[in-house]
T-cell receptor, first 114, second 114 residues
Framework: AQSVTQLDSQVPVFEEAPVELRCNYS??????LFWYVQYPNQGLQLLLK??????LVKGINGFEAEFNKSQTSFHLRKPSVHISDTAEYFC????????????FGTGTKLQVIP | GAVVSQHPSWVICKSGTSVKIECRSL??????MFWYRQFPKQSLMLMAT?????????EQGVEKDKFLINHASLTLSTLTVTSAHPEDSSFYIC??????????FGQGTRLTVV
């Protein structure tokens, strides 16, 4: 079984400032890692995923994340946020054997301040 | 990426009635579909896993007689909330995947029971 911890429930940040959303996971097996974004009253959109290879993963909308196996982390970063980035962000994990079944973190609400 | 469509996007029903939510994979054959529930300000919790042509596997604590899942074809799964009550009001999201593939999420259905 896996678990995902997103310590920050809310992150306020000024427009054009950098942001980091933290994610730590726990698993006894090798995992795949994901970040999803959810805009108000909408479904989930995949931002990026780590399956294998380079630990630095680039996604859509200028986001990137780095997989750190020793620290069991997969933090999401963006160098300069926009108002349109205001949304809920979910970190998620699945084990490589059953990668269709996804376990989500509790989410981080990113509030971009103009 | 692959497209998963849910219908309806939102529904309001009276307490005691049943509501059916559809999840369709539009451009691929989904051997497995997952149903999640998201309460306000909370993360997504897996309710059940369904494989085409077989009975769904429910997570602990999810009433199988209340949340009926049918996966009759490779492109359609339905979730029926029977005898809905206000506490069933939630955001329901499905995901679909093919054999060996990642899961893609629908846009979600907001259910309000009055």
């Amino acid at each position: 079984a896996q678990s995902v911890t997103q310590l920050d429930s809310q992150v306020p940040v000024f427009e054009e400032a950098p942001v980091e959303l933290r994610c730590n996971y726990s698993s006894s097996v090798s995992v795949y890692l994901f970040w999803y974004v959810q805009y108000p009253n909408q479904g989930l959109q995949l931002l990026l995923k780590y399956l294998s290879g380079s630990t630095l993963v680039k996604g859509i909308n200028g986001f990137e994340a780095e997989f750190n196996k020793s620290q069991t982390s997969f933090h999401l970063r963006k160098p300069s946020v926009h108002i349109s980035d205001t949304a809920e962000y979910f970190c998620a994990v699945s084990d490589q054997g059953g990668y269709q079944k996804v376990t989500f973190g509790t989410g981080t609400k990113l509030q971009v301040i103009p | 990426g692959a497209v998963v469509s849910q219908h309806p996007s939102w529904v309001i029903c009276k307490s005691g009635t049943s509501v059916k939510i559809e999840c369709r994979s539009l451009d691929f054959q989904a051997t497995t579909m997952f149903w999640y529930r998201q309460f306000p300000k909370q993360s997504l919790m897996l309710m059940a896993t369904s494989n085409e042509g077989s009975k769904a596997t429910y997570e602990q604590g999810v009433e199988k007689d209340k949340f009926l899942i049918n996966h009759a074809s490779l492109t359609l799964s339905t979730l029926t909330v029977t005898s809905a009550h206000p506490e069933d009001s939630s955001f329901y999201i499905c995901s679909a995947s093919w054999e060996g593939g990642l899961a893609f999420f629908g846009q979600g259905t907001r259910l309000t029971v009055v």
